[in-house]
């Protein structure tokens, strides 16, 4: 098994590719994330993809603190879905990769027409039905 198939399987179960709401004029943002209490793992995601944020979380109750990792920038994100892309596995992971990328080609830096905000949002509205719990 290839380092990028074992990347690949892992993130498909406990990652996360999604286009998340940013600010408060209906702007979006792509983001990939992993978050687990396994430091060691989210940390060979952070070495091998750079640019990544990383952070703490300590759940409620008697949980586990957990380490996450998110990218955020265009072009992180494109390396990271061009190197694990094709290993993915599952036919949602691979429609909500094709989507980002789709979103990713698709911004404009600083424009204010309504119809791109709509198709962003229209973007996002997609991705949220794909991670939707139980979505097939």
């Not at 996450?68 to 993915?88: K, T, Y």
């Amino acid at each position: 098994m290839s380092d990028e198939a074992w990347f690949a399987g892992l993130f498909e179960g406990e990652g996360t590719i999604t286009i998340t709401r940013s600010g408060r004029r209906g702007y979006t943002r792509p983001l990939v994330q992993l978050m687990m209490t396994d430091f060691d793992v989210v940390e060979m995601f952070a070495a091998r993809w750079p640019g990544g944020v990383l952070w703490t979380m300590q759940p409620k109750g008697n949980a586990r603190l957990a380490l996450g990792w998110r990218l955020q920038s265009r072009p992180g994100i494109r390396h990271f879905l061009a190197d694990l892309g094709p290993e993915f596995r599952t036919e949602r992971v691979r429609i909500k990769a094709a989507l980002l990328l789709e979103d990713i080609d698709a911004r404009v830096q600083g424009i204010k027409d309504p119809a791109y905000l709509v198709a962003c949002n229209e973007r996002r509205e997609k991705m949220r039905a794909l991670n939707k719990r139980g979505a097939a």
